[in-house]
Structures are given as structure tokens and as C-alpha cells.
């Protein structure tokens, strides 16, 4: 069974960085996207970046520019750094994982942006 597991969220201010990661325990085998999403309180979940296992990525306009998702493939991993930090990018953040009929999700990383 995969499980993901993210950290790195906290408070930063605005213009700064932050870098989170997500582990994937267990195999996982094939084709797969890795994924981040966050959620803002009252909003609904959002896409924010994606990967696939060749490492073709992908991003939602907002952050186009200020964030950057990578991953290493032999530890599982997917990160996602996020510069430039604004107000509106505060929300919950999460890890997700889709290969052929499996998807998970992580528990999500809260990340809080203010001065």
C-alpha cells in the first residue's frame, strides 16, 4: 500500500520561499503522476503542479513563473519549491499520486503566508 507523506509548510512572509516535499512509501510501479494541490479555507482544492514519471511538468497559471516541481524517481520523492511567496498562495497543500486505477493522497502541509 502507497502512502504519501509531506513536510516543509510553515509561515513565511510575503516575496519569500518555501519547499516542500512528498515521500511515497511502498512501490510503485509504471507510468505515474505526481501531483501537488492546495486548498484555501472556504475554497475548493486546486491543481497546482504536476510530473509525470518522465518528468514532463505542468502548471496552473498562478504560479507559472514562481514555482517548480521536481522529482526523484530512485527516492520516491516530489518537490515542489515555491518563490516570490503571496498572500493568496496560503492554503493547505497536498501530495497526490496517480498510476493507472491508484490514486493517494497525502495528509496535506499547511503553508502560511503574512507579514
Known amino acids: 500500500q502507497v502512502q504519501l507523506v509531506e513536510s516543509g509548510g510553515g509561515l513565511v512572509q510575503p516575496g ?14 509504471g507510468i505515474n ?15 497546482v503542479a504536476t510530473i509525470t514519471s518522465a518528468g514532463r511538468t505542468n502548471y496552473a ?7 517548480t516541481i521536481s522529482r526523484d524517481n530512485a527516492k520516491n520523492t516530489v518537490n515542489l519549491q515555491m518563490n516570490s511567496l503571496k498572500p493568496e498562495d496560503a492554503a493547505v497543500y497536498y ?4 498510476a493507472g486505477s491508484l490514486e493517494v493522497w497525502g495528509q496535506g502541509t ?3 503566508v503574512s507579514s
Open 61 to 67: 497559471d498562478s504560479v507559472k513563473g514562481r514555482f
Open 33 to 47: 503522476i505526481m501531483a501537488w494541490y492546495r486548498q484555501a479555507l472556504g475554497e475548493e482544492r486546486e491543481l
Open 95 to 98: 501530495c497526490n499520486l496517480r
Open 16 to 29: 519569500g520561499s518555501l519547499r516542500l516535499s512528498c515521500v511515497a512509501s511502498g512501490r510503485i510501479f
Open 110 to 112: 499547511l503553508v502560511t
